[in-house]
Each structure stands twice: as C-alpha cells, then as structure tokens.
C-alpha cells in the first residue's frame, strides 16, 4: 500500500504483489491460510483516489502475474489496471510446465524476439480474467496447454477512465524457474519500454 502514497514520483505502477483479503500464513506451520484477514493490508480511501487520478493522468500500469488479484475489496483497482481477476470466474490452471506462443509478432512488445523457446516451468496461468470492454487492447502471447490457448501478454491503451493511458497484463512469472526461459526477459523489458513510450 505504501506505492500508492508515492505516485507523485513514479512513471510506471506495476502490480506484482499480491495483497488479498484471504491472506494470512500461519506462523507455526508458515502454511497459507485463506480463511483470514491477518496480513491484508487494504488501501486507504486517500491512497485508492490517489490511484485514480494517477491512472486519469495518462501515466502507465502494468499488472504483473498475481497483482492483478489484489485488492478484491476494491473492485475499481483490477479496472484500472486493465486486467482484472475476479473470484466468481476466474481461476488457475496447475503449476507445471506451460508452452508460450507469440501470436502478435508486429506488436513492439514482441520486435526482435525470436521465439526459439518460450516454455516455462513451474508456470502458472490465469483462466477468465477480465477485461475492460472500453478499451482497445490486443493480445501479444498466448498460453498452451492441451490445446486450451489463454491470453497471457496484453497490451491496451485507454478506456478504463477518463484520460487512462497504456495498460499491459504480463502473466508469466509465478516462479523464478519460469523467469529462467530465455523468451521471458527480453518480453518483459519490452513491455515495459512500450508502456513508456520508448519502443
């Protein structure tokens, strides 16, 4: 919570923490418990309209993995973020080893990439999240597993609120062994230099 009081000096939020109201680790066993409050830090009415006005700014977001859960007693943060999880639909597939497919190769986010190999190990990946209907957005990657595809790299630009500037939703990253494929890095740095304005 303490990134929102520092908004005046930042040029990109990213979301990749994940502070939900089921949080809690119970300090015998350092097991989660997700039938507590214990650990949820919620956002302060002064730091959520700060948020907004950041995101009416103009000024990126980028919601990275599980950050895009947080907050689910504020429904307007995973709005504002672009990419929004929400718990009566959406869900995970298993931790286990997931193929990537760039479909958008003419995007920034995807120039220069060679998709050598983009599998990533102990991944995890959102099912059903959703999307805001005002914004143009397009999906850079994809997710396969079995033959299911989901979308895993987004980027999109406006909707939201009034005055919203760019968005990305980059679902990689559940693990470090999943940051380890060599696809990763290079995509991750590009969607944050297409956020900024610099690719």
Known sequence: TEAFDKLDHCDLFIAAGLNWTGMGVDGGTHEWKFDTKSGYRPATKSQKETFCDYVASGKPVMGFHAGIASYDDWPEFGQLLGAR??????????VTRWTMDIINPEHPIAANIKESDYTLEEEEVYVNLQFPPDSKYEVVCQANFHGAKFPILLAGEGGRCKGAGRWAYFGNGHSERSTECPTFKPLFINTILWLMGEH
């Open 85 to 94: 999880w929400d718990w009566k639909v959406s869900n995970h597939g298993p």
